[in-house]
């Protein structure tokens, strides 16, 4: 239990985070739904370049900060289309 919440946390700050370096207002739990979406998403595209992230809390908020300003950039994509 205590694992879901430290990684709740840790989305909830990334998805923060990355909004504001993508310059996106967001609420709470749109911040959380990005931070957890982007850090499985960071998590992937760190694995595809064969560099293990890190399991320590810093690590793991930068790969869900790089993965929810990925995942941000990619439905700003959609969105203009």
């Excluded at 990334?14 to 709470?28: D, E, Q, S, T």
């Excluded at 809390?57 to 790969?63: K, R």
């Amino acid at each position: 239990m205590g694992g879901i919440l430290v990684s709740v946390l840790i989305g909830a700050i990334a998805g923060y985070i990355a909004g504001k370096i993508m310059n996106k207002g967001m609420g709470l739990l749109i911040c959380i739904l990005v931070g957890i979406v982007g850090g499985f998403l960071g998590s992937w595209l760190f694995d595809l370049l064969g560099a293990a992230p890190k399991t320590n809390f810093w690590g793991q908020l930068i790969v869900g900060i790089i993965g929810s300003v990925v995942l941000l950039w990619l439905l700003s994509l959609l969105k203009k289309k």
